[in-house]
């Protein structure tokens, strides 16, 4: 590598880490700094003149290599296995469970929220306001198999079986639709609803994408409210009754809330009571947005100085 690209990489490097620092970075950049990072390790063994102050510190060190492993870690032997027959991936030559195309957005940097709770919680009329006040696109995974199975796609069938067992359809489906959906658009920031359901769905997604949640929204409310509003709620789906209802109260205790239980570890859940009104569950939400939206403009006046951060937003 020339000295020119060298000092480039290095300074590309130190701008980042600074950033970093001040957590106003979005977490999908840790792993390119990462990999960045790593290949000014391997020059220094060979001579490189990056001095040692340009390193990263150990604290980043350690949240940068979760974010490399985690993308990287992911077995393709579980995704294979998790593919039933007929699961079909609609773009690239083959059948495939790797991704044909590496995510390209509008700004190559989106950040992502991921809204989580039970059947019902109310995530989708959240995410409706959310979207009117603080701009964000919604993405909701339920909406976009549903939309595939209206599409006349060959994983129809398949993706409407599952949905009226109440069963997770298979990652790559999934992922594979929400990259889409996400290349499609023209927004930087995504409220991805009702995604990962499961730990295989928050690995292929971060395989795939190499995307980072910048935190998890999580509507707490307790089982029989839950089958209360779904029963209520009327709008001609084919899982909205109580046999498909009681797999996917299953479902989402065996497998949706081990992921939450994942990101709480990592500091990034905001649990939210969401058993009151619609608009008192929008107020507490409410300071999130606003905090985040803030935060939001401090990073696009970064321009590689120093800036100070609230740090990230929580309603613990
Ligand atoms: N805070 C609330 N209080 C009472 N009813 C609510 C509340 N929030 C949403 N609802 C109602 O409950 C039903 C389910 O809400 P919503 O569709 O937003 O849930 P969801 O979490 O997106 O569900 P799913 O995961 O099944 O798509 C709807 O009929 C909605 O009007
Ligand atoms: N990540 C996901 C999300 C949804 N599904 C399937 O769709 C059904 C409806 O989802 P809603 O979020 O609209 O309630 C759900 O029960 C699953 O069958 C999925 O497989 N993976």
């Not at 195309?101 to 039970?118: A, D, E, Q």
């Not at 976009?144 to 209206?150: D, S």
């Not at 997604?205 to 509507?219: A, S, Y």
């Not at 899982?239 to 939450?260: A, C, G, Q, Y």
């Amino acid at each position: 590598m020339g000295g020119g690209r060298r000092l480039a990489l290095s300074f590309a490097v130190r701008s980042l880490r600074r950033r970093s620092a001040l957590n106003i970075l979005p977490s999908s950049s840790y792993a390119a700094i990462h990999l960045m990072d790593s290949n000014l390790c391997c020059r220094q063994s060979a001579n490189c003149d990056v001095a040692p102050d340009q390193q990263i510190g150990l604290k980043e060190r350690s949240r940068t290599t979760w974010a490399f492993t985690s993308v990287m870690s992911f077995s393709e032997a579980a995704m294979t296995k998790s593919l039933p027959p007929n699961a079909v991936l609609e773009e690239g030559p083959t059948t495939t469970t790797r991704a044909a195309t590496p995510l390209t957005v509008s700004n190559n940097n989106p950040r992502v929220i991921f809204v989580l709770g039970g059947p019902g919680s109310g995530k989708g009329t959240q995410c409706a306001r959310i979207v009117r006040d603080y701009g964000f696109e919604h993405l909701s995974a339920g909406d976009l198999l549903r939309a595939e199975i209206n599409s006349g796609s060959g994983n129809g069938t398949m993706i409407q079986k599952m949905i009226e067992d109440g069963n997770i359809v298979p990652s790559e489906v999934t992922v594979r639709l929400l990259q889409k959906a996400m290349e499609k658009s023209k927004s930087d920031k995504f409220l991805i609803d009702g995604f990962p359901r499961s730990d295989e769905n928050r690995a292929v997604f971060e395989r795939v994408t190499g995307i980072v949640p910048e935190f998890i929204l999580f509507f707490d409310v307790p089982m029989d409210e839950m089958e209360r509003r779904i029963l209520g709620r009327n709008q001609g789906r084919v899982d909205d009754n109580i046999e498909t209802l009681k797999k996917r109260l299953k479902v989402f205790v065996e497998s949706s809330l081990p992921v939450v239980k994942y990101y709480d570890a990592m500091g990034k859940v905001h649990k939210v009571n969401a058993t009151t009104s619609v608009d008192d569950v929008f107020e507490t939400i409410r300071p999130l947005f606003k905090q985040y939206e803030q935060k939001d403009s401090t990073v696009e006046l970064v321009q590689g100085v120093t800036h100070k951060s609230d740090g990230p937003a929580t309603l613990h």
